[in-house]
């Protein structure tokens, strides 16, 4: 009977990203690229994606909580996969990659160029990147720390849609009460 009941335990988890060797979480929509940024653009564009530098860290709670409790819904996964192209750093990793600027450099050089210091913290860029700019200096929005899953999906719908460039006052926290308000009216899409 304990067995049984571990069984359908097991059955009704829902599936959580594996974590790879270097201790982090590995999603099906993340890419495992050689890390340079001018490439990873490139390929995100030719696929018709946003390209996303999502950096996080061995023993993160947070990356955990946002692996296990937000982008292990479909609703979010799905829309991640779909429209985005997403690079993995590791803040305290040693791989080597190119920043957007040339300039080759461990993970780990990157995340404090980058003056990022928490995770997870996702970095949006944009389509087209200036010479010369960094990761940072070209992002269009940071997502930094673990929020819940209306929140993620209201920041990848909201950068997705370009709304950053629009001439309005509807940044992304008004968007994100516009959104709340219409989920719970029920008109949202």
């Known amino acids: 009977m304990k067995r049984l009941i571990a069984l359908l335990m097991l059955i009704a988890m829902p599936a959580f990203a594996e974590l790879g060797d270097d201790g982090l979480h590995k999603a099906d929509w993340m890419r495992d690229t050689f890390k340079d940024l001018n490439e990873d653009l490139a390929e995100a564009n030719a696929e018709g994606k946003r390209l996303v530098v ?6 993160c709670i947070y990356c955990a909580k946002m ?4 982008f292990s819904r479909d609703e979010v996964a799905d829309y991640i996969r779909d429209n985005f192209f997403v690079v993995q750093i590791n803040l305290h990793g040693d791989t080597e990659m190119t920043d957007f600027d040339g300039e080759t450099l461990t993970e780990k050089q990157a995340a404090r160029k980058w003056g990022l210091l928490f995770t997870p913290s996702i970095l949006f860029l944009p389509e087209e990147v200036e010479d010369g700019a960094t990761a940072q200096s070209a992002a269009v929005a ?8 209306s929140t993620t999906l209201d920041m990848f719908t909201w950068v997705n849609e370009k709304r950053y460039a629009l001439d309005s006052d509807e940044d992304f926290q008004r968007y994100h009460a516009r959104r709340i308000q219409e989920r719970q009216n029920g008109s949202a899409d």
Not at 54 to 59: I, K, L, S, T
Not at 67 to 70: F, I, L, Q, S
Not at 142 to 149: H, R
Request: proline share 6%.
């Open 54 to 59: 999502m950096v996080e860290q061995r023993g």
């Open 67 to 70: 692996h296990e409790e937000v």
């Open 142 to 149: 940071l997502m930094p720390g673990a929020f819940g899953a």
